[in-house]
């Protein structure tokens, strides 16, 4: 995206798996400083959790570390450890995943040969959707697709763990494709090789409408925000997207009390290039 787009300043809010495909959000010039805001945005993704074999990474990715036959395991079954994970749940991340333990990655830490342990956090899991059940390899194994919803911080390898592990079988996941991050959804998503061919980019102005609620500024209010003053409220909660008359992005501010303050100012009159 560098080379295609001309500039070093690029950036992404969220990596994806080694297995995985599907949304990527990025930013460019600009647009990175509102990458911190779609970072915690929650996610969709459809996944294929295979029931009866665990692995060291709770992916296809890693080597199988137990197989227990699942053909005993009932669709009912299926179903109901499904429920038992859906709604606002303590998830222990998989071990082998970007998070730091005492300043070192954890999967450093597991492919050194440590043993690692991380703590459970509150994630929320707001559709866990079973779509189909298939028996493979002389039914040794079964393969479940699925849809979820869910929060940032979720790990969908996590949860093919432990619904394996509830079921008594083990479970790990054989694939992995996220098709949204907060609004930006993959019917709208551009691949590598299209933006190659055609490199069209989300204005800023655009992107901020579509991730905030808007506010219009009067032109003096414009002038207040851009130099870092703050002006009355607005009324909204959380981040709102500042616009001035001319409709470009101005900044984002955040109500405290009686007053907006701005959290990220851009200059007025953003040009096209910046996207």
């Not at 647009?31 to 990474?57: H, M, N, W």
């Not at 395991?73 to 606002?88: H, P």
């Not at 079921?167 to 694939?175: A, Q, Y």
Request: contains cysteine; glycine residues 10%; hydrophobic residues 40%.
């Amino acid at each position: 995206m560098r080379r295609l787009a001309g500039t070093r300043k690029v950036g992404h809010a969220g990596t994806l798996d080694p297995m995985a495909t599907g949304v990527l959000v990025i930013g460019v010039n600009k647009a990175t400083r509102l990458l911190t805001y779609i970072v915690g945005a929650s996610k969709t993704y459809d996944a294929t959790i295979r029931l009866g074999q665990s692995t060291v990474t709770d992916d296809a990715e890693g080597d199988v570390t137990a197989e227990t036959i699942a053909a005993a395991v009932t669709e009912q079954q299926i179903r109901e450890g499904v429920a038992a994970l859906t709604g606002d749940i303590q998830q222990v991340p998989s071990s082998v995943s970007a998070i730091k333990v005492n300043g070192q990655r954890s999967y450093a830490r597991v492919r050194s040969g440590q043993e690692v342990s991380l703590p459970a956090r509150p994630v929320t899991i707001h559709r866990f959707e079973v779509h189909g059940i298939r028996r493979e390899r002389g039914g040794k194994v079964q393969d479940v697709d699925v849809t979820v919803e869910c929060s940032s911080g979720t790990y969908i390898r996590a949860l093919a763990r432990d619904l394996g592990q509830g079921l008594g079988v083990g479970g790990h996941l054989t694939g992995l494709r996220r098709t949204r991050v907060g609004p930006f959804r993959i019917e709208d998503a551009a691949t590598l090789e299209q933006l190659a061919e055609n490199l069209q980019l989300t204005a800023l102005d655009e992107a901020a409408r579509v991730l905030f609620p808007a506010r219009e500024l009067s032109a003096a209010e414009a002038d207040d925000v851009s130099h870092g003053r703050r002006i009355p409220a607005g009324g909204e909660a959380g981040a709102t997207a500042a616009f001035a008359p001319d409709g470009s992005l101005v900044a984002l501010l955040e109500d405290t009390d009686s007053q907006a303050k701005p959290l990220l100012v851009f200059a007025p009159g953003n040009e096209a290039a910046d996207k």
